[in-house]
């Protein structure tokens, strides 16, 4: 029996609801309002609901009526349970009718001082208008072992459309600053064949990898101080050396028994410690333990940096991810070229080059690979970008796809030149659609003209 209960408050001028789904497990009760037997009787009363409250089903059917509802056009409004097995990370609560009405109206403030449409939002702006609705909520990790990674975000997962990937946009996230790792689940090491979490670890010989190991008492001889298996020192006139051939008559004279050991069936290495390999179930391959990826799980909030990005509408920058190379905010970036031109005024010697690279295609490049993994890629190229640059080189980004380089005591050309060589290796890794951009460059004092500043240079990059 699906209920609405009257809430306080309205939105786009029509009621707003607590909306109660009542399954088979609970008892019946009164209702102030309307009843409903199914889902689909409820979107067809175009009620409107503030939040959700679910009460008399199992764990499984609660959790796909959770899916239901972030799947439908009140998917960002809070759920709670009356009850649940555990506590659920795909539920925003455990607890009573009149919680869940309170969580809902202080969503609904936010979503009121947003002013966004919630329908025409991104995966990355819906995961961010979800978190700000609900101040302090973290995206919880929950571990599957039928996963290739291990854990998986219920939420991200429930949020996400056709085609949109939740790991993706997850790290993307990330990456950007724009959620933040709140507190440590777990660590886990992943093979860089496949990125599988599933490893097998076994103990091998630390001369030949066989697993073919086992203990085995051992003897050592004091003649030549050879050490093997006690199997073969036995013959039949009783123990000798396989090595020297000498009779080991008395222990403690002859021989001695060492610390139990371990012994290697394929190339006869005795050894007291295995070495350790990791073997991924999925494919195969073996890695030794330090070879691994490691991965840490977290809960993941909200951060400063992604509330105020959501309240700028910022969030879908694609170029954002640039900024991570020696990057200044452009006022800061100014301010070190007027300061490099008043040196140059006074010391000769003093000489720099500034570059512009704009992108030509950044729209299109998003469009093409989704935002969050363009961002990846974008990330992988800052990354390449960032080892070209000398440790006082300096970049800014004065609109989406525009970006600055002030290069002290350094030529730009030389570094246009490998810039293009690395967009050039990009686009012909991403199948020939890359990043396509323009690259102008002067040197100072080459190119400087009477009464230049900052804002000139900059200016005559920008129409060359």
């Not at 290739?148 to 600053?177: I, Q, T």
Request: charged share 25%.
């Amino acid at each position: 029996m699906f209920t609405e209960l009257l809430a306080p408050s309205t939105e786009d001028r029509r009621q707003l609801h607590v909306a109660v789904l009542r399954g088979p497990l609970a008892p019946g009760v009164g209702s102030a309002g309307g009843e409903f037997d199914s889902w689909n009787a409820w979107e067809r009363s175009g009620a409107q609901a503030l939040a959700f409250y679910l009460t008399g089903w199992d764990d499984a059917t609660l959790r796909a009526m959770v899916a239901r509802i972030r799947a439908s056009q009140w998917w960002d409004r809070p759920v709670w349970a009356e009850e649940a097995g555990a506590r659920a990370a795909w539920l925003d609560g455990v607890g009573s009718i009149e919680q869940a009405r309170q969580a809902g109206e202080r969503a609904l403030a936010v979503r009121r001082s947003l002013n966004l449409d919630p329908q025409a939002l991104h995966f990355d702006e819906r995961v961010l208008y979800f978190l700000v609705q609900r101040d302090g909520a973290e995206l919880l990790p929950v571990r599957d072992r039928h996963l290739a990674s291990l854990y998986h975000y219920p939420v991200l997962d429930m949020l996400a459309r056709e085609g949109e990937d939740p790991m993706v946009a997850r790290v993307a996230l990330v990456r950007r600053g724009l959620l933040e790792p709140s507190r440590l689940i777990d660590r886990t090491r992943h093979c860089r064949s496949c990125g599988s979490a599933h490893l097998h670890y076994l103990d091998v010989c630390p001369h030949c990898s066989s697993i073919e190991i086992r203990k085995s008492p051992s003897l050592h001889c004091f003649t030549c101080g050879h050490v093997a298996p006690e199997a073969d020192f036995r013959g039949e006139s009783g123990l000798s050396c396989p090595k020297c051939a000498a009779r080991l008559r008395h222990i403690g004279v002859d021989y001695d028994r060492p610390l139990t050991q371990l012994a290697c069936a394929s190339c006869r290495h005795v050894f007291v410690e295995s070495a350790v390999q990791a073997r991924c179930l999925d494919c195969n391959a073996t890695a030794e333990p330090s070879e691994l990826d490691v991965h840490e799980i977290s809960a993941l909030r909200l951060s400063a940096q992604g509330r105020a990005a959501l309240r700028a509408g910022q969030v879908q920058e694609s170029m954002a991810a640039l900024d991570s190379a020696n990057y200044v905010v452009p006022t800061e970036f100014r301010q070190l070229v007027n300061w490099a031109l008043a040196a140059r005024s006074r010391h000769a010697q003093m000489q720099f080059g500034l570059m512009m690279v704009e992108f030509l295609n950044a729209a299109e490049f998003v469009e093409r690979h989704g935002a969050a993994r363009a961002y990846l890629m974008l990330d992988e190229f800052a990354r390449r970008l960032h080892e070209l640059l000398r440790a006082s080189d300096v970049t800014t980004r004065t609109a989406e796809e525009r970006l600055w380089f002030f290069l002290p005591f350094s030529q730009a050309a030389g570094l246009a030149a490998r810039v293009q060589h690395l967009l050039d290796q990009r686009a012909r890794a991403e199948g020939g659609v890359g990043l396509r951009a323009r690259i102008t460059c002067l040197a100072v004092p080459e190119d400087l003209r009477a009464g230049d500043d900052c804002d000139r240079l900059m200016q005559r990059l920008a129409e060359a």
